[in-house]
């Protein structure tokens, strides 16, 4: 994505949090976001060098990390940047995403102003100017993979409780009619 910079980091790794502390502006706000467990308050901790917030083992029964803070905490380092620690999430959605997923998909977003058909789902109709380019090779596979997976969660988020409870049920019921038919056949 443009503008944005992926750094990895190990949390054991001394230079590796040396990096990060050296990419945090003073008088900027940050936020550590991410599933329970994965690491964040003890990112924090490393970047205060103090164990001043609580956090948990690896569990050895299947590696992963444990839930455990339980409210937002706002910390100011040394050089006057500031974290805001949050406990973990569990899913992230993306609602009303048309201007974003356009501006960072601008090429697809121009494309799609070509198709034949200006409800183009840019999935099966004839006269889509988003495949043509796919087929092509002006965009990447990968590229409209993410735009598409984007662009669905979006609806997904964007659907009530009630729709969403009923798409659940109708797939539930695909899946035990799918088990039934298929029970004999593994």
Not at 8 to 29: R, V
Not at 179 to 186: I, V, Y
Request: aromatic share 6%; hydrophobic share 30%.
């Amino acid at each position: 994505m443009p503008g944005i910079d992926i750094i990895s980091f190990s949390n054991s790794n001394i230079s590796d949090i040396e990096n990060i502390k050296s990419l945090l502006k003073p008088l900027h706000t940050y936020s550590l976001l991410g599933s329970s467990g994965v690491g964040k308050t003890t990112l924090l901790n490393n970047l205060i060098n103090e164990d001043t917030f609580k956090t948990q083992p690896i569990r050895e029964k299947d590696g992963r990390g444990m839930h455990t803070t339980t409210r937002r905490e706002l910390i100011v380092l040394d050089n006057g940047a500031i974290i805001i620690d949050n406990p973990g999430i569990r899913e992230l959605g993306i609602i009303s995403a048309d201007s974003g997923l356009n501006e960072t998909f601008n090429e697809i977003a121009e494309l799609s102003k070509q198709c034949r058909y200006a409800d183009c789902t840019h999935v099966v109709e004839q006269g889509c100017a988003v495949l043509q380019a796919l087929g092509k090779g002006g965009i990447s596979k990968e590229r409209y993979k993410n735009y598409m997976k984007i662009q669905k969660e979006s609806l997904y988020n964007e659907m009530s409780y009630y729709e969403k409870r009923q798409k659940d049920k109708k797939f539930g019921k695909f899946m035990h009619e799918h088990k039934k038919n298929n029970k004999n056949k593994l």
